[in-house]
């Protein structure tokens, strides 16, 4: 069974910044907190698990989805 891991981050608005190094600092943040709560919950990575993790901005707002899915059979 193949699985895939889909990540998606919005990076239109004010915690991002103006300029692309502002939001690659931001999106690394976001990736990095993601990171941490892999390791803590493996889970996560399971689609039948039920719940994955809200991406979120430095302050608060959601920003991003992580889904993890298996990949149908061609």
Known sequence: ???????????????????????????ARILKNLADLLEVNSDYLDPSYGYFPTLKDKNGNRVGSFTPSILPIA
């Open 1 to 27: 069974m193949d699985h895939i891991i889909n990540i998606s981050i919005c990076v239109d608005n004010d915690a991002f910044g103006d300029t692309y190094d502002e939001q690659a600092v931001e999106v």
